[in-house]
């Protein structure tokens, strides 16, 4: 279980959790699940596109990925956020099949973009992947103030003069960034339940964020070994594992929360845990 | 266009199209009203899920991805999607787990039995590979649909303009918006079977989102979406019909695509600056 190709997936596993770790709990945050949803899902067209004119899918997803958060920021500032991300992702998708259509691509390539492939990770591909990595971590550590403060405060960020629009696509291209890195590797599914379902639990975990943070961080951590592990053993897609792990961890982080919370309301002389910060 | 119309699979995909685009448009409206597109998309990736799980057990899939969206539609409803804050977690949450699932049955289906295909047939749907039995059972759940819209009308519509108004005036907003997900689903459910996942969501959310944005009135919006849903549909299908003639090999685009990249300009255009002048040029204008 530690030989061979199972290393680079447990190295690359690990990267990406600790990513998706750090981007998601912001994700979860700011509630730009559907975003983070719409631009691993979408830009898997931009692989079926390089792929047709025989160009590097790595730059077919990166151009994708890009032009969907630069266009989801642009378009979502005169509209509805909601509205305007669906249509993004419908046309990426759209033109996702009609490239395909055109190539002589068979199934199982599709069934990989979407789903991944982590154990036939190679070496080479490690290198790309922590240097993209550590490009989003490094956004995030530069925007932290800012990010916090557009999506807890918002009045307090435009009283000091931020921009929550430009934030927002800035935030938009670090989720792009993290989806080139991890789509290939890991594919479009497991980077969206990595981005949501560990920050989530966290976040019922704790109130107090720098926490909650590492928490997600930890989680994440766990959720990827443990579904490596599983997957292993049984055969069965990692992407499966992954899912059902955070969503475990999801559902005891909020029956948690509720415990917590029933209890304090019980004994009012104890102070109430503030659940919305 | 030789023999366009006397096709039988182009009557098929001309009839079921404007069927799913009448239905997705009139729900859509409510959906971006509300301000749940999140929700009205990830519905059909949950129903795919049941899709691809019906393969698996070999019952129809029109059973499975009905069953599978409205178990999504009340998993939403249960983790919060009433909230607006938590909303967006509760269907991301759900949505991952139904594309675990997905994963898992995918796998299955390949590994079990050699049925080529079903991977793309699921995701990507077509409209020109539907099978015409389909079409009464289609016909019959998008009447049933309008028809519970029609029933909860007003208090929808009161709801999702203003909650604490509802509220005040006794609508069990739970309820409401219970009933309301639970159409959604239906909807969602049969538009994704009969046209694909991908025109699921764009028929739902984009000829509502351009038809708010070009009239202010709830109803005239409700008549214009549905307009622009099928004028996209079938033209769509024209154009894909077309495109076999277009290319050499003819090898034609899917027309998923056409009638994406029709609604999708249609929205980018209701956005454009002298469009908004025109149709709203007294703006200042007490009302």
């Known amino acids: 279980m530690f030989s061979g190709f199972m290393v680079n997936a447990w190295l690359i596993g690990s990267i990406v959790a600790v990513v998706a770790g750090i981007v998601g709990f912001f994700v979860v945050l700011r509630g730009a699940a559907f975003p983070a949803h719409a631009i691993p899902n979408g830009a898997f067209a931009g692989a079926a596109g390089a792929n047709l004119i025989g160009l590097n899918p790595l730059f077919g997803l990166g151009v994708f990925s890009l032009g969907a958060a630069l266009g989801i920021g642009r378009l979502a500032r005169r509209g509805r956020a909601d509205a305007v991300t669906a249509l993004a992702l419908v046309m990426m998708l759209a033109l996702g099949a009609a490239f395909l259509s055109q190539s002589t691509e068979y199934e199982p390539e599709i069934f990989s973009l979407l789903f991944g492939e982590i154990l036939g990770v190679s070496r080479g591909q490690l290198v790309p992947v922590a240097v993209l990595g550590l490009v989003c971590v490094v956004a995030i550590g530069a925007l932290y103030r800012r990010l916090l403060l557009t999506s807890i405060a918002p009045e307090v960020a435009a009283a000091v003069g931020l921009n929550p629009a430009r934030i927002e696509t800035i935030f938009l291209v670090v989720i792009a960034c993290a989806t080139t890195m991890t789509v290939p590797v890991v594919g479009a599914l497991l980077i969206f339940t990595l981005m949501i379902g560990p920050p989530a639990a966290a976040r019922s975990f704790t109130d107090r964020t720098a926490l909650a943070l590492w928490s997600s961080v930890a989680i994440a951590l766990v959720t990827v070994w443990a579904a490596l592990a599983c997957s292993y053993q049984t055969n069965w897609p990692v992407g499966f594992f992954v899912s059902v792990v955070s969503a475990a961890f999801y559902a005891v982080g909020r029956t948690y929360a509720w415990w917590r919370h029933s209890r304090a309301t019980v004994e009012p002389r104890r102070p109430v845990p503030n659940l919305n910060s | ?287």
């Not at chain 2, 266009?1 to 199209?17: D, E, K, R, Y």
């Not at chain 2, 409401?176 to 239906?186: D, H, P, Q, R, S």
């Not at chain 2, 969501?201 to 307009?227: C, D, E, H, K, S």
């Open chain 2, 1 to 287: 266009m030789p023999g366009f119309f006397s096709n039988g699979p182009v009557h098929v995909a001309l009839i079921v199209g404007a069927v799913s685009a009448v239905v997705s448009a009139v729900v859509g409206v409510v959906v971006v009203v509300r301000g749940q597109a999140f929700a009205g998309h990830a519905l059909t990736d949950v129903a795919t899920t049941g899709g691809s799980a019906s393969f698996y057990y070999g019952v129809a899939p029109v059973i499975g991805f009905l069953v599978a969206g409205a178990l999504g539609a009340g998993a939403m409803d249960l983790i919060g999607v009433q909230r607006l804050r938590g909303r967006d977690l509760a269907t991301g949450v759900v949505l991952s787990v139904a594309t675990g699932l997905a994963a898992l049955f995918l796998y299955l289906d390949a590994t079990r039995s050699a049925t080529t295909g079903a991977t793309q047939q699921i995701l990507f749907g077509s409209i020109f590979t539907l099978d015409s039995s389909t079409v009464p059972l289609v016909a019959v759940m998008s009447v049933a649909t309008l028809a519970v819209i029609a029933v909860i009308y007003r208090p929808l519509l009161m709801s999702s303009l203003s909650a604490e108004l509802a509220a005040a005036r006794g609508i069990a907003l739970r309820a409401v918006g219970l009933t309301f997900m639970l159409a959604l689903a239906i909807a969602v459910g049969l538009s994704s079977i009969a046209i694909g996942s991908i025109l699921s969501t764009a028929l739902l959310i984009g000829p509502a989102a351009t038809a708010l944005r070009l009239t202010r009135r709830l109803r005239g919006a409700f008549v214009v979406a549905v307009a622009l849903g099928v004028g996209a549909t079938w033209l769509g299908v024209l154009l894909a019909y077309n495109s076999y003639y277009w290319f050499p090999s003819s090898q034609g685009l899917p027309v998923s695509f056409f009638i994406v990249a029709l609604v999708f300009l249609a929205y980018l255009v209701s956005g454009a600056a002298p469009l908004r002048r025109l149709l709203r040029p007294r703006r200042e204008v007490k009302r």
